[in-house]
């Protein structure tokens, strides 16, 4: 059996991102790692796995959200499911491990087996209570529980387990060449009713051994081992088997609750919910309706202002505009309804559609410098990021190259960008720089989009970004203060 609530191909092997680290810093993961765990630390760090992995392509994507729809329709279901796998686990757990010797091995896979096989019973009853299940994910689990763990697998199961559960082995061999055991193997024994013991008119030959033959004690345990060797070593693999079927389950459910905890935070605070629509990757969509930011909307009590764009076929999106007025917030909304999409979740927006990304990427200006000094840092962060970028993945950068005389930071930013948008990289640039936001205003690149932070005519910002130059903030911004201050 496979679990297939994350991947239709069965299990999840996480491709994690370049340069998490720095993604984890700049948009502020852990508080969403903390929201959806709430608690849990296995749960923790199976969201940070899957949040940090390589956006799947747009049929993965639309295949977990199906499985999330359902998941939201059938809490109880993926509780139960969470709760067997977690038992399961933990009664493993507390088994002896094995030795080194095939007997050893075997008498643990034997145990391990005949426990699981109460779980697996359970988990196909659980299932079998469901009804009308729609999502591939969740459909596909209960027809492998339907076909594979019929009563006749449970029966035959039981049998050949039985049939190890003795104190002594039964070996079978033939003589072969030049009157040489055959390889020997192990012979099942299965347990008679009492009176056909009783009746039976078979008889057998057996010989003792002396106590004190330690040499004759040492060849029968060699030829234990020997003909037990393949059979412990299939049981072996066979739990093991199972064993990671109920780990994947764990995984994965674990994932699903991480979900249904965040929807429910969202939804306590009244905040928007939406399935991201995903387009083909040739149309660089992006389109968003109401986009908040997730951790503002966790660890803030007043009101989180949305934001709308359309911004389909767009290479470059330039934010320009005074300080404090939700450049950043914007930026950081973005990224991380990029990363929620990939990996199948709703995005707190009320409307959402782009092209998945090959990978986010961030580079925000840092406050400390280091020993290399802050444009030097800057530099080797952007270089880092170069050398892992793919097309179709977008890059976030706030205030970059900030740290230099504004004519040095123009010509590095206009530089690195235009290789990377020409490479196919999608990249937002917040900036202050004058010179580089008249330089896309006027036409020199093609594909770009200008934004602003948005403010009122008496200064007051609205934490709103819209399309527009906002270059002119500053210099309003001073002159106002010094206004207030009576030209101070």
């Not at 009308?132 to 209960?142: K, N, R, V």
């Not at 347990?191 to 060849?219: C, I, N, Q, T």
């Not at 080797?380 to 504004?406: C, D, H």
């Not at 206009?414 to 010179?435: I, Q, S, Y």
Request: aromatic letters at 8%; one cysteine or more.
């Amino acid at each position: 059996m496979r679990c297939r609530l994350l991947d239709p191909a069965g299990g999840f092997t996480p491709r994690p991102l370049p340069l998490a680290a720095e993604l984890e810093r700049d948009l502020g993961l852990e508080l969403i790692y903390q929201a959806m765990a709430a608690g849990d630390k296995h749960r923790a760090a199976v969201v940070r796995k899957v949040l940090l992995s390589q956006p799947p392509g747009g049929e993965v994507i639309r295949y977990r959200q199906a499985n999330l729809r359902e998941a939201l329709a059938r809490r109880e279901l993926v509780t139960d499911l969470h709760r067997i796998a977690s038992e399961a686990l933990e009664a493993e757990r507390r088994l002896f491990p094995a030795g080194r010797s095939a007997s050893s091995i075997l008498r643990r896979a034997r145990d391990v087996m005949k426990l699981f096989l109460g779980y697996l019973k359970r988990l196909r009853e659980r299932l079998e209570r469901e009804r009308g299940l729609s999502s591939p994910g969740f459909t596909a689990l209960a027809a492998e529980a339907r076909s594979e763990l019929d009563d006749a697998f449970f029966r035959e199961a039981a049998a050949e387990l039985q049939g190890l559960d003795t104190e002594g082995y039964l070996f079978k061999s033939r003589l072969g060449p030049g009157l040489k055991p055959e390889p020997y193997g192990l012979a099942l024994q299965q347990k008679k009713p009492l009176w056909k013991r009783l009746v039976a008119r078979e008889r057998g030959y057996a010989f003792h051994l002396d106590p004190r033959d330690e040499a004759g004690s040492r060849m029968l345990a060699d030829l234990q081992e020997t003909g037990l060797l393949p059979v412990s070593r299939a049981l072996a693999q066979a739990s093991g088997h199972v064993l990671t079927f109920f780990t994947d389950l764990h995984y994965q459910t674990s994932f699903l609750l991480g979900a249904l905890e965040l929807y429910d935070r969202l939804a306590a605070r009244g905040a928007p919910r939406a399935f991201p629509e995903i387009a083909e990757p040739e149309e660089r969509a992006l389109s968003f309706d109401d986009l908040r930011e997730l951790v503002l909307l966790l660890t803030q009590e007043g009101e989180v202002v949305g934001n709308r764009l359309e911004a389909d076929g767009k290479r470059l999106l330039v934010v320009s505009g005074p300080n404090r007025g939700g450049k950043t917030t914007f930026l950081r909304s973005l990224g991380l309804a990029l990363l929620l999409m990939g990996a199948g979740l709703f995005v707190p927006a009320a409307g959402f559609r782009a092209s998945p990304p090959t990978g986010v990427f961030t580079h925000f200006k840092r406050e400390e410098a280091g020993e290399r000094g802050r444009l030097d840092e800057e530099l080797a962060r952007l270089a880092a990021i170069v050398e892992r970028v793919q097309p179709g993945a977008w890059l976030l950068m706030n205030e970059s190259f900030s740290t230099t005389y504004e004519h040095e930071g123009t010509a590095l930013a206009e530089e690195a960008l235009r290789a990377l948008v020409e490479a196919g990289v999608r990249a937002v640039f917040v900036t202050h720089m004058a010179r580089f936001v008249r330089d896309v205003e006027n036409g020199g690149w093609p594909g770009s989009l200008l934004l602003k932070a948005e403010r009122t005519a008496g200064g007051e910002r609205t934490f709103r970004i819209v399309p527009g130059v906002g270059i002119e903030g500053h210099a309003l911004d001073l002159y106002r203060r010094l206004l207030e201050g009576g030209g101070r």
